[in-house]
């Protein structure tokens, strides 16, 4: 049993509220970027996309930013333990976020095609590599990873085997990387069809209902799957539930011609399986004991830092976070219109 504060509930709540928040956003841009190559036939098609995405990308990873500081801040074993004992899945994910975000500011940069072409396919291949090691590793959360109090240090915390790189690729976690691999596309291609007119539009409609059949097969035997290795009793069978209408309702509606109940249907969806990851991962953080103990020794207690320091993180929250709301839904909203190929010049643009 574990003995947890209030503070300590509410700081795990806002990690998990800050990566549902990246996930549905960063997670439609993922899927536009994986598109790009793909569903735009010439280079007018393509700038359309990348200006759908383009006022909202980077805004978007802020939220994996303030996650990620958040954890430094209020979980340190929890931050230290991770970026130790997974170097290297968290430095293929830099190299995706640093792929994707040189691309989408030098595509512009010279009028070539073939070297437009090139950025495209960085930002394709960079937003691919960060959803599936992103969807490897939350699956692997799910299982627990196996960790270990330090030989000579017990205040930290260390995966066993070490280095633990290899063991992540389980069934199960590949299985897991493919299926966020997909939903993001089935989402990107749903944003596409929300803010495109014309011939892009009618494509990214028509792909969205291929993907959705596919992330429906796939994130029901994830989630299935999920719920008899690693069961989290009647609320896991509820969020199951749950996110298989989203996917269902998503492609239902995305054939009804109904652009913005299915796009808003697969961020239902995503918020669904995030909150039912995250439920998994409580108390343990997503670790178990290598020793085979019932309980992990890195958890929501032990990987705390004080109260003082929580307190004081609390209050910042409560100031800032609703300007960064406010701030982010205003950009959505002066953003919204849709685009087509009559809005792109015929003469480079600065900006795409």
Avoid: C
């Avoid at 596919?214 to 035997?221: F, H, L, R, T």
């Avoid at 996917?247 to 009804?256: E, G, I, Y």
């Amino acid at each position: 049993m574990v003995d947890v504060t209030v503070l300590q509930t509410l700081w795990f709540i806002l990690i998990a509220v800050l990566w549902i928040g990246y996930l549905v956003l960063e997670g439609f841009d993922y899927g536009v970027a994986m598109l790009i190559p793909f569903l735009g036939k010439n280079d007018k098609e393509r700038r359309v996309m990348v200006n759908t995405v383009g006022p909202v990308w980077d805004g978007n990873e802020v939220w994996l930013l303030t996650a990620g500081g958040a954890t430094f801040a209020a979980f340190p074993a929890w931050y230290a333990t991770l970026f130790s004992g997974l170097y290297l899945p968290l430095f293929l994910v830099l190299v995706g976020l640093i792929i994707r975000g040189v691309s989408f500011e030098y595509r512009s940069k010279h009028p070539d095609s073939q070297w437009r072409r090139t950025f495209d396919w960085m930002a394709a291949t960079g937003s691919f590599l960060v959803s599936l090691v992103f969807g490897v590793g939350f699956a692997n959360f799910i299982l627990g990873l196996p960790v270990a109090a330090d030989a000579k240090l017990t205040s930290l915390f260390v995966l066993e085997p070490r280095p633990y790189f290899w063991q992540l690729f389980s069934p199960f976690g590949l299985l897991g990387g493919v299926v966020l691999v997909v939903l993001f596309l089935f989402h990107g291609a749903l944003y596409l069809s929300l803010k495109t007119r014309g011939e892009l539009h009618d494509r990214a409609k028509a792909f969205a209902s291929k993907a959705g059949l596919v992330a429906i097969v796939g994130g029901a035997a994830f989630l299935v799957w999920q719920q008899f290795v690693h069961p989290t009793g009647w609320l896991g069978w509820v969020l199951l539930v749950l996110a298989a209408l989203g996917l269902v309702s998503a492609w239902w509606f995305n054939n009804a011609g109904r652009d913005g109940i299915a796009f808003v249907s697969t961020a239902a969806t995503i918020l669904f399986v995030a909150v039912g990851i995250f439920t998994a991962m409580w108390p343990g953080l997503g670790f178990r004991d290598a020793a085979g103990a019932a309980l992990s020794p890195l958890n929501v207690a032990t990987a705390s830092s004080t109260s003082y320091t929580l307190t004081l993180m609390t209050v910042a929250a409560v100031i800032f976070v609703p300007i960064v709301l406010a701030y982010t839904s205003w950009t959505y909203w002066v953003f919204r219109r849709r685009l087509s190929i009559e809005n792109i010049p015929d003469e480079v643009a600065a900006t795409a």
